[in-house]
């Protein structure tokens, strides 16, 4: 549901300032709009929705740790 709001008001966004005279701003949020909303289709239709909290991505860049003193871990020695 929520991956709905967002685009359908980008798309809104973009008609009413079209209908005003803005000039290229509504065109890159229509077309931002309507790229969200058949991304969103295409999961649904595959079944295959973001759950929030639950679904995890691997960050390769995760908190670094600096140990103080004298520490045992795993991995190669950085510094003596």
């Known amino acids: 549901m929520s ?4 685009p359908v008001a980008e798309i809104a ?9 803005v000039p290229i701003i509504p065109e890159l949020l229509i077309n931002a ?4 909303l058949l991304g969103s289709l295409g999961t649904i239709g595959q079944g295959t929705q973001d759950r929030g909290a ?3 991505k691997r ?7 600096y ?7 795993g991995g190669k020695l950085r510094c003596r």
């Open 3 to 6: 991956k709905f709001i967002l």
């Open 13 to 21: 966004a973009g008609v009413v300032l079209q209908a005003t005279g």
């Open 33 to 36: 709009g309507s790229s969200q």
């Open 54 to 56: 639950i679904t995890t």
């Open 59 to 65: 960050n390769p860049v995760a908190t670094w740790q």
């Open 67 to 73: 140990p103080y003193g004298r520490v045992r871990s």
